[in-house]
């Protein structure tokens, strides 16, 4: 269905089009509904035309070796998606779906070429569109190609935690032990040696009691906290694990398509090579 030439003026990229070139170009722009959650193309399918969001909203996003989904980003309003495939001829590089009720504007490669002659503007707008895509492909390699569960862990720590974790490490040192040895052995001595202090928690030490009594509430607690934050990360680590597991078994995978089709092509080779022979 094609569009109005005054829904063209709301949007950025016609912004430097004339009225009348924005007229002609209505003519052959069309409009597209999205029912929610209906998807618009899939990975790999040819690339026909590019699309800007007139109302709701499109996620775009892929999946990786593991099957596991990568949300590359959500189209709103006036946003341009769809441009890659249409400029390079190429598959969809990603699925476009639609998270509500969504109305689009649909420019195939004649209405794409027809409004860079009437506004070379608009060709620098959807390069910087496609630029601003590749940032957030470049971010997304760099926070998932090589995972670290330590530091995934370190950047969601919060001070608390920290402190949590330095104190279960100290103490678990010998450090610890030998300050509460001390501590220990000079409260006991002045409490029962006849010393020039006087004695203030005489035996059986009751102030003493009630004092490791609640250092040993408090160091359970700090030490349960600083667990449960080491079972996150192990939790992390055990899906990278998982993730490099399923990735290795797909290249093991890959590698024997190969290997069966190198045999194949040598056993064909070598039936050629024989009836060569023979009939010599």
Known sequence: MPCDAKLLADFELFEHVIDEDRASLAEFIDIRQLAAGETLFKTGEPGEALYIVREGEVELFIKDTAGQKILLAIAGRGEVFGELALLDRGPRTATAMALADTELLELDREDLLLLFHKSPAAALRLLAAMSQMTRKADELLRTRVSRNANEEAEEKITPLQRIADWISWFSGSMQFLLLNAVWFVVWIAINTLSLAVPQFDPYPFGL????????????????????NRQAEKDRVRADIEYEVNIKAELEIAHLHE???????????????????????
């Open 208 to 227: 003493l009691t009630m004092i490791v009594s609640l250092e040993a509430i408090f160091l359970s607690c700090f030490v349960l906290i600083s667990q």
């Open 258 to 280: 190969k290997t069966d089709r190198i045999y194949t092509e040598m056993l064909e080779h070598f039936i050629q090579l024989e009836k060569r022979v023979a009939g010599r």
